[in-house]
C-alpha cells in the first residue's frame, strides 16, 4: 500500500558533501564532529585493529551473529586517544557561547579504549562509568564514543566485506550488529541493500520484508511517498511492528559519508513517519560480545611504519 505526502522537501537527493548546503544550521557542530571522524576513517592505518577472522564455512556460522561478535581486538591507545582529543575540542569550539565545554579540566582522565570498548558495544552503563570518572556528562561522551569507534568498525566492514555470510537474512548489520541507517534500491535493476549508519557494511534483504521483525505478507508492508518523488525517496513502514525504514534509489552504492549525510538532509522523512506512530528500535536485535586491549608501543610503532 503507497501513501503520498505532500510537503516534504527533497534535500535527501542530495548525498555527500553537496548535501551540508542544505542541512539547517543547527546540525552544524554535528557536521564538524562527524567530518572529524569520517576523515580519520580514511586512514588505513585503523585497519591494523581488524582483527582476523577464523576461516569457516557459511554453515559453520551461526545464522544471527554478526562478524564482530567474540572479536578480540588489539587498538593502538594513542591513536584512539587522538581522535577522541580532536572530537572533544571540536565540540568545545562548536559550542555555542556561554555553553559549557563537554571537557572539563579532569577530561585528561578519560579512557579512549574502554570508551570505544564501550561505544562499539552499546554498553552506556560503561560509558556513565567513564564519564564519572572524567568528570563529564555521560551523554555527550557516549555520542563522541559512537563518532570515535567509526574508523575502527569502517575498517572491520572494508576488510570482512568477502566474509558477510551468503545466508544473511537479517535486517540488522552482518558485521556490528547495528540496525540499518537506510535502504538503497540500487541501479537499473532497484535491488535492495541495506546500509549501515555505524560502519557502511552493505547487505541484500527482500523487498517485500520488514528489516525489524521479518514480516513479509505484502499486506502488512506500506510506503509513505513524498509527493512528485516516488522514484527517489520514500518511508517503508511496517503495520505489524510500526517500525519505518527511509529508502533511496541510487545508481551505485554510497559511501559512509553519503550515508550520513544522506541520513541527516532527511529528518524530514522522520517527521513524517513519526507523525504517523511509526518509529525505529530503540534497542539492537544482537547484543555484541568482544574484547579489546591496547596494543603494545612497538607493535603501534610498526603498525604506523607499515601504513604510510
Not at 552493505?202 to 513524498?226: N, R, S
Not at 525517496?233 to 541510487?250: A, D, H, I, P, Q
Amino acid at each position: 500500500m503507497q501513501r503520498t505526502t505532500s510537503g516534504i522537501g527533497t534535500a535527501g537527493r542530495l548525498p555527500g558533501y553537496e548535501t551540508q548546503g542544505h542541512l539547517d544550521q543547527a546540525w552544524r557542530p554535528w557536521i564538524k564532529l562527524l567530518d572529524v571522524a569520517l576523515q580519520a576513517a580514511e586512514d588505513s592505518a585503523w585497519s591494523s585493529a581488524v582483527p582476523e577472522l577464523p576461516a569457516r564455512a557459511d554453515a559453520a556460522w551461526p545464522p544471527y551473529v554478526p562478524l564482530l561478535e567474540g572479536a578480540s581486538i588489539r587498538i593502538d591507545g594513542r591513536r584512539a586517544r587522538k581522535l577522541v582529543r580532536e572530537l572533544l575540542h571540536t565540540a568545545d569550539h562548536a559550542r555555542e557561547d556561554g555553553a559549557a565545554p563537554v571537557t572539563p579540566g579532569r577530561g585528561r582522565r578519560l579512557d579512549a579504549v574502554a570508551l570505544l570498548h564501550a561505544a562499539i558495544m552499546r554498553d552506556h552503563d560503561a560509558v556513565e562509568r567513564i564519564a564519572k570518572r572524567a568528570g563529564m556528562e555521560s551523554q555527550a561522551l557516549e555520542v563522541i564514543g559512537q563518532l570515535a569507534a567509526t574508523p575502527l568498525l569502517h575498517a572491520c566492514a572494508q576488510q570482512w566485506r568477502e566474509r558477510v555470510p551468503s545466508a544473511w537474512t537479517h535486517g540488522y548489520c552482518p558485521v556490528c550488529a547495528a540496525w540499518p541507517a537506510l535502504s538503497e534500491l540500487r541501479g537499473l535493476e532497484r535491488s535492495r541493500r541495506l546500509r549501515c549508519g555505524r560502519c557502511a557494511a552493505d547487505w541484500p534483504l527482500p523487498v517485500l520484508q520488514c528489516a525489524y521483525c521479518g514480516e513479509a505478507d505484502h499486506g502488512k508492508l506500506g510506503t509513505l511517498t513524498p509527493e512528485g518523488e516516488s522514484q527517489t525517496r520514500r518511508v517503508e513502514v511496517c503495520y505489524t511492528c510500526k517500525g519505518y525504514l527511509k529508502t533511496f534509489t541510487s545508481l551505485r552504492p554510497m559511501t559512509l559519508r553519503s550515508i550520513a549525510m544522506t541520513d541527516l538532509a532527511s529528518i524530514d522523512l522522520d517527521l513524517i513517519a513519526q507523525e504517523r506512530t511509526y518509529a525505529r528500535p530503540s534497542q539492537y536485535a544482537h547484543r555484541l560480545s568482544l574484547t579489546m586491549s591496547r596494543a603494545s608501543a612497538r607493535l603501534g610503532a610498526l603498525d604506523a611504519r607499515g601504513a604510510s
